[in-house]
């Protein structure tokens, strides 16, 4: 049980911090800027619907697609550790990250009048880190029960609390201002800073054990 809890923890840490919804809210605010209440709850909803989908598809089906392009589940490892640094260190510095998204993307989503699948589903909350993070996690369990149920669940109810935010975006922001959300993204990012290098170590033991 208390391996279970453990890796439910780290996985929830991993997934919640590079999904970052609270520094997705600034983005989130503009390009539903005008829109009803009730049309931001269903954007709100749907994207992190198919977010949450999209991520536990790679959990699940990661494995055959390393199959298929002969990738070895250690250099994924590194991969994804070395990406999720990236994200880490652009936290850190409390600026997005091009690893999700670019200016010129945000810039087509304040103009499309279906935001939820691009870019806010895709890559803004299901981007190549969070990808690539529920991939790893899932890896790291002893049995498929042992990894699946705990990383299955931190993607749940990171997409549940994403909706929640995101829903609440305009109070958010209010009551954390630009500098609050600026010492979170920071903080966020030093933990992720940490997981990454885990990742990249644990892949390259793997690695050079081989």
Same mark, same amino acid.
């Given at each position: 049980?208390?391996?279970?809890?453990?890796?439910?923890?780290?996985?929830?840490s991993?997934?919640f911090?590079?999904?970052d919804?609270?520094?997705?809210?600034p983005?989130?605010?503009?390009?539903?800027?005008?829109?009803?209440?009730?049309?931001?709850?269903?954007?709100?909803?749907?994207?992190?619907?198919?977010?949450?989908?999209?991520?536990?598809?790679?959990?699940?089906f990661?494995?055959?697609?390393f !199959?298929?392009?002969?990738?070895?589940? &250690? /250099?994924?490892r #590194?991969?994804?550790? $070395?990406? +999720?640094?990236?994200? @880490?260190?652009d936290?850190?510095?409390?600026?997005?990250?091009e690893?999700?998204?670019s200016?010129?993307e945000?810039?087509?989503?304040?103009?499309k009048?279906?935001v939820?699948?691009?870019p806010?589903?895709?890559p803004l909350?299901?981007g190549?880190?969070?990808i690539?993070?529920?991939?790893?996690l899932?890896? !790291?369990?002893?049995?498929?029960?042992? &990894? /699946?149920?705990? #990383?299955?669940?931190? $993607?749940? +109810?990171?997409?549940v @609390?994403?909706?929640f935010?995101?829903?609440?975006s305009?109070?958010v922001?209010?009551v954390?201002?630009?500098?609050?959300v600026?010492?979170l993204?920071r903080?966020?990012?030093?933990?992720?800073?940490?997981?990454?290098?885990?990742?990249m170590?644990?892949?390259?033991k793997?690695?050079?054990?081989?």
């Amino acid at each position: 049980m208390g391996e279970y809890v453990t890796h439910f923890l780290v996985s929830l840490s991993a997934v919640f911090f590079v999904v970052d919804p609270i520094g997705v809210v600034p983005i989130f605010l503009a390009i539903t800027a005008g829109d009803s209440e009730v049309k931001i709850r269903r954007t709100a909803l749907r994207a992190c619907l198919v977010a949450g989908g999209l991520l536990i598809f790679f959990a699940l089906f990661g494995g055959v697609i390393f !199959k298929v392009f002969g990738v070895s589940l &250690a /250099a994924f490892r #590194v991969a994804g550790g $070395i990406l +999720l640094l990236i994200t @880490a260190l652009d936290m850190l510095r409390a600026r997005p990250t091009e690893t999700r998204t670019s200016r010129t993307e945000e810039q087509e989503g304040v103009a499309k009048e279906d935001v939820a699948l691009v870019p806010l589903a895709m890559p803004l909350l299901a981007g190549p880190g969070a990808i690539a993070s529920a991939m790893v996690l899932m890896s !790291k369990g002893e049995t498929l029960q042992m &990894a /699946a149920i705990p #990383v299955l669940a931190a $993607i749940a +109810l990171t997409f549940v @609390a994403s909706y929640f935010i995101l829903r609440a975006s305009h109070l958010v922001q209010r009551v954390l201002k630009q500098s609050g959300v600026a010492i979170l993204e920071r903080v966020m990012g030093l933990i992720l800073a940490a997981i990454a290098v885990q990742f990249m170590a644990d892949g390259a033991k793997d690695l050079l054990s081989r």
